[in-house]
């Protein structure tokens, strides 16, 4: 059984850190390009990052120069350090896990709140 357990959300003061992480289990961690996602109320779900299995990475507009994901493949794991928070990063995050557009892994989300 696949499972992709995000953590590390929370409610954070505008121009704080919050480092997320999502544990994957049941597939070959390795071999999965693995993002991360989110989506605030009222909007679709928006690409955050993204690491491939080979390292690279990939980041959206807003959020360059402010968060870094990195992953462990001994750990099945992979992080979002995301600094310098916005009111406007508060959304629910997701890790997705992606091999193929049908052999694909959402987790169940981790809520982060930017506000003073």
């Known amino acids: 059984q696949v499972q992709l357990v995000e953590s590390g959300g929370g409610l954070v003061q505008p121009g704080g850190s919050l480092r997320l992480s999502c544990a994957v289990s049941g597939v070959t961690f390795s071999r999965y390009t693995m993002g991360w996602y989110r989506q605030a109320p009222g909007n679709q779900r928006e690409l955050v990052a993204r690491i491939s299995n080979g390292g690279s990475t990939n980041y959206a507009d807003s959020v360059k120069g402010r968060f870094t994901v990195s992953r462990d493949n001994a750990k099945k794991t992979v992080y979002l350090q995301m600094n310098s928070l916005k009111p406007e990063d508060t959304a629910v995050y997701y890790c997705?896990?992606?091999?193929?557009?049908?052999?694909?892994?959402w987790g169940k989300g981790t809520p982060v709140t930017v506000s003073s």
């Open positions: 997705n896990a992606f091999f193929t557009a049908e052999i694909n892994y």
